[in-house]
């Protein structure tokens, strides 16, 4: 299973631009990489989920390069109620078993 | 109408009771899942479904046993629960057994006493 590393906090004000950058150096031919998002007291939520390249949806941006070690993702204008726990996996989107990974994910603080 | 849903929302309990959470999906998903999210808010997986056969069965004690009756339901059942049993337990769904996204229920807390 590839492991995902991720800085453990990020603090900013609202409006601002966040990056949030992780780490799949063993990242797998077949392997996708997805992001949740979680508030407290609640499950996590799908965020955005890529292969390659830049995907984008209403909610965030997704950047991989290439080499596909790596990803950011980026959440435009952030506001307070973005302040919540960014889980970065990486998995077999299409194995028969599930092999999605949290790690400890990014706590980012969004203050006014 | 709620996608995931968990019952209990809270359960407290003495060492050593049996208890058991419920989980159902309302998506018509193929695919459920249990995770168990500790105090360190490590989410980890624990038992995966797949149209009601076990598909995934994670080094977890053999007090945890999953149910499930039809696709739409996968219940947790606990026996001679523990103290490290607390925690915040999870259901998920996916369409299939990979690809797309999970959905995840609001989480049981399970505070064992």
């Known amino acids: 299973l590839a492991k995902t590393t991720q800085p453990i906090s990020m603090d900013s004000y609202e409006g601002q631009e966040v990056n949030i950058t992780c780490s799949h150096n063993?990242?797998?031919?077949?392997?996708?990489i997805t992001w949740y998002q979680q508030f407290p007291s609640q499950g996590p939520r799908f965020i955005i989920q890529?292969?390659?390249t830049k995907v984008t949806n209403e909610v965030a941006s997704l950047f991989i390069p290439a080499d596909r070690k790596s990803s950011t993702l980026s959440l435009p204008r952030v506001s307070l109620s973005d302040t919540a726990v960014y889980y970065c996996?990486?998995?077999?989107?299409?194995?028969?078993?599930?092999?999605?990974?949290f790690g400890k994910g990014t706590m980012l603080l969004v203050s006014p | 109408d709620t996608a995931v849903s968990q019952t209990p929302k809270y359960l407290v309990t003495q060492m050593g009771n049996d208890k058991s959470i419920k989980c159902e999906q309302n998506?018509?998903?193929?695919?459920m899942y249990w995770y168990k999210q500790d105090s360190k808010k490590f989410l980890k997986i624990m038992f995966s479904?797949?149209?009601?056969?076990?598909?995934i069965n994670e080094t977890v004690p053999n007090r945890f046993s999953p149910k499930s009756p039809d696709k739409a339901h996968l219940n947790l059942h606990i026996n001679s629960l523990e103290l490290g049993d607390s925690a915040v337990y999870f259901c998920?769904?996916?369409?299939?057994?990979?690809?797309?996204?999970?959905?995840f229920g609001p989480g049981t807390r399970l505070t064992v006493l």
């Open positions: 998920a769904s996916r369409q299939g057994q990979g690809g797309d996204t999970q959905y």
């Open positions: 063993n990242i797998a031919t077949n392997d996708y």
């Open positions: 890529g292969y390659k």
């Open positions: 996996l990486v998995g077999d989107a299409n194995s028969g078993y599930s092999t999605l990974t």
């Open positions: 998506l018509g998903h193929d695919t």
């Open positions: 479904y797949n149209n009601k056969e076990l598909i």
